[in-house]
């Protein structure tokens, strides 16, 4: 078994007397997609927030393989290198596209912006990196000059995703990155989602409501209920057999289509 | 003996020539005592931004309270002052900003940039070469060069601090995309001693070569933003560019047609209704040392002579 | 001449009960004590009334459900590997390499082609896309999808074609064991027989597999043995 790349123990965080979450802790290898399944106020984006390196938790621990000194607490590194971390190592999809990409610029100076933030300076080889990642994300490249203002949900989405992981990532947090999209969008994305992570062996964390979403997408799941972790496993297995009540009252309930 | 009658000379000129009831340059002790830490501070860290507490000016934010303030912090008796504006010593702004210092400090002033020893600039640096005895004061409306794709003053301070400039080569990356080549043709951006980007101004980018590896010591004041930067004599300006683009400087096909130069900025002046056009010096002072010199330009009328029309 | 007769898989007590919680806690046993062996190139089918938690075992083989008490001992590269206690990544890497599982629904992301769905999990081994495909497309032939389909997602099939799909993505890889929950159920004659010609061709190549059929004529013709678990139910 390889290396675990990102690692939380008993990480719990409080907003003063109000509990984010509790006492979680897992491991994520690379190349697996972890979903985090439960219903909102449950403490899934608290977490997210927590293993991202942006909301210190309360207690617990955070770590990360880093590439040079293997694993690293991220709340114990410096600032510059937790930055560092975060535009080289790290990517981050929003829920909404638009708190994840910059309006005010073009599509293709939205994907190149990472390449030139770890010091691309060379406008040919980022101009083709940009158009290389348009092209994955299925977006035409008549659009690569356009803003993003002119794009559609899910085309601001799949941008989105081609900013983050035209730098190679090798861990992608996803909060609820399909909601909001149609349901025929919504299957296209899910669709270029795995195909992306499976072909670049990324690690993912995907925070999700919707089961579905994570029966297609994540390898393991967690669910977590009133800031706790209350049911972990492989993702059909947990679907399939749930042992927890409240996640037998989660998979119970979803509608038939 | 010679410092105490320097010092009689000086109390004496202070009092024949300035306005009553004003201080020397026009703004108290403490607040240029405030001001010339921020420069000092300034010009220990080359390009970062210091805030300083500006004060209010007798004319409006925007029209230059930054560089006056920086100029009557630095100012002294002995100091000849020079004021442009868009590179020209007869603009209104220019003027007015030197009268306003010949009446409060008494100081002397010109228009020739070699007997400056200060300069206070907007939109241009002389072409004549800056000297290691000089400073040059810039007027500067919006000191933060990362603000236009940073709105968060938090986030753009961490930004200098941490080095974090590729967004920076957005905006470039923008202008080539979509003309071609770089567009941006004032205030482009520098980067000062290989760590602050700075905005320059909004000189032309014509002027930012001068910046590099200048004898002359650059002060920059924002008076509405509050800030104070420096670049001290000769230290390394670099304009940000990207490897298959390199930095370009203007150039025109045209001479200058009152002095027939051709290595200065030149500015295009529209003649008549009918769209006619010539290209002069923007630097006024350059182009008239150049007419006095000899040289004669292709839009003088032979006839004339050069002093009609000065 | 016998194939190599070692064991594939192991099943020692199983047991399994669900426990519904959201109904009074209700308790629902589905078998107790199950255990058998099954080696490589042998086909073990099992038997039973429906609703005697056949479907149930093989999705507990497959750790897609979870059992009470009991080892699932697989050969896994060589090694003995029991499922009911693995972690999950151990699980997802037998599951990739050593246990393959033909469900009786087909579960796949919409509007993905049916060529690409099949050939899947070869680009998951880190197959080149090319050689894939062109498997994927002797597999479908043979299972007799027409060509015009292939390029398709599957959404729109009969339930025929579906059943023939999920197949071919299984089978499409060599695993040294299989599982086979009514691969055959609502095939005609030709298709059926298209299907039984595969499974023995695996099972000839040394797999070893569990499977379920309801069909006299299919477990006539794949199976090697028997396990009734109705049976070992009564016993336990």
């Known amino acids: 078994m390889t290396n675990v790349l990102l690692s939380s123990k008993n990480l719990s965080h409080h907003y003063g007397s109000q509990v984010g979450c509790i006492d979680v802790s897992f491991d994520i290898y690379p190349g697996e997609v972890l979903g985090v399944v439960g219903e909102s106020g449950s403490g899934k984006t608290t977490l997210l927030k927590n293993i991202s390196g942006l909301l210190q938790p309360s207690s617990g621990s955070v770590k990360f393989d880093t590439r040079v000194d293997g694993l690293k607490d991220i709340y114990l590194l410096s600032e510059p290198e937790r930055r560092l971390l975060m535009r080289t190592d790290w990517g981050v999809v929003f829920q909404n596209a638009r708190d994840g990409l910059r309006m005010n610029v073009s599509a293709g100076a939205n994907v190149g912006e990472r390449l030139m933030a770890i010091g691309a300076r060379n406008y040919r080889d980022i101009r083709n990196e940009a158009t290389d990642w348009l092209q994955n994300v299925e977006i035409g490249l008549e659009r690569m000059d356009h803003y993003p203002e002119t794009f559609s949900g899910g085309m601001l989405q799949r941008l989105q995703i081609a900013r983050n992981l035209v730098t190679k990532p090798r861990l992608v947090f996803m909060d609820e990155p399909t909601s909001g999209l149609d349901v025929s969008v919504q299957a296209r994305l899910l669709d270029l989602i795995r195909g992306l992570v499976s072909q670049l062996g990324i690690a993912c964390v995907i925070v999700s409501h919707d089961l579905g979403v994570m029966r297609l997408l994540s390898n393991r799941l967690i669910v977590m209920h009133k800031g706790r972790v209350v049911e972990k496993g492989l993702t059909d297995q947990v679907l399939d057999d749930p042992q927890h009540p409240y996640t037998q009252l989660l998979v119970s309930s979803i509608l038939p289509v | ?295 004669k330009g292709p839009g003088l009328p032979r006839k004339f002579e050069i002093k009609d029309i000065e | 001449m016998e194939k190599i007769k070692d064991d594939m898989l192991r099943i020692d007590n199983l047991a399994k009960t669900f426990l519904l919680h959201n109904q009074g806690a209700k308790k629902l046993p589905v078998f107790q004590n199950i255990s058998f062996q099954v080696k490589a190139g042998e086909c073990l089918v099992l038997t039973g009334a429906s609703g005697t938690g056949k479907s149930t075992l093989l999705r507990a083989i497959y750790a897609n459900y979870l059992v009470q008490s009991g080892t699932i001992n697989i050969r896994h590269e060589n090694k003995w590997v029991d499922l009911a206690s693995a972690s999950p990544h151990e699980v997802l890497d037998i599951r990739k390499k050593t246990l393959g599982y033909v469900s009786q629904f087909l579960r796949v992301i919409p509007r993905i082609s049916t060529i690409d769905l099949v050939c899947e999990p070869l680009i998951v081994q880190g197959k080149l896309i090319k050689p894939a495909k062109a498997q994927a497309k002797k597999l479908l032939n043979k299972l007799s999808i027409p060509k015009s389909l292939w390029d398709l997602p599957p959404a729109t099939f009969s339930g025929g074609e579906q059943q023939r799909v999920n197949i071919a993505r299984t089978l499409i890889q060599d695993y040294p064991i299989l599982l086979l929950d009514e691969p055959t159920a609502s095939l005609d004659e030709k298709n059926r027989d298209a299907v039984i010609e595969l499974i023995n061709e695996a099972r000839n190549r040394g797999t070893a597999i569990v499977g379920i059929f309801h069909d006299t004529y299919v477990r006539e013709s794949v199976g090697t043995k028997m396990f009734n678990v109705e049976l070992a139910k009564k016993a336990a």
Not at chain 2, 63 to 73: D, K, M, N, P, R
Not at chain 2, 201 to 221: E, T
Request: charge should be negative; include cysteine.
């Open chain 2, 1 to 295: 003996m010679a410092a105490i009658s320097g010092e009689r000379k000086r109390s004496s000129r202070l009092k024949e020539k300035t306005l009553d009831g004003y201080n020397f340059a026009y703004l108290d002790d403490q607040t240029k005592r405030m001001i010339r830490r921020a420069a000092l501070k300034a010009v220990a860290i080359p390009g970062y931004q210091v805030p300083f507490g500006s004060r209010e000016m007798p004319l409006p934010f925007g029209w230059g309270t930054g560089g006056i303030q920086v100029t009557a912090s630095i100012i002294g008796i002995d100091d000849t002052l020079k004021v442009i504006d868009q590179g020209a010593d007869d603009t209104t702004n220019a003027v007015n900003i030197r009268r306003f210092f010949a009446k409060t400090a008494g100081v002397e002033t010109t228009e020739n940039t070699s007997d400056a020893s200060i300069i206070q600039t907007r939109h241009r640096i002389p072409e004549v070469k800056l000297k290691s005895d000089q400073i040059i004061v810039y007027q500067v409306p919006i000191p933060e060069p990362l603000r236009w794709i940073e709105p968060r003053e938090e986030e753009t301070r961490k930004m200098h601090a941490l080095t974090e400039y590729g967004v920076m080569h957005v905006e470039l990356y923008e202008n080539i995309a979509h003309y071609g080549k770089v567009t941006t043709s004032y205030n482009y951006p520098v980067q000062v001693n290989d760590h602050y980007v700075m905005s320059p101004s909004p000189i032309p980018k014509f002027d930012n070569p001068k910046m590099d590896k200048m004898p002359a010591l650059q002060l920059f004041g924002a008076g509405r933003e509050k800030r104070i930067y420096a670049v001290p004599p000769y230290t390394k300006v670099k304009s940000l560019d990207f490897d298959d683009h390199p930095f370009e400087i203007e150039s025109w096909s045209e001479c200058c047609a009152l002095c027939e130069s051709s290595s200065s900025f030149l500015d295009e002046v529209i003649t008549d209704d009918k769209g006619s056009r010539m290209f002069v010096c923007s630097d006024s002072n350059f182009c008239a040392d150049r007419r006095a010199k000899g040289h």
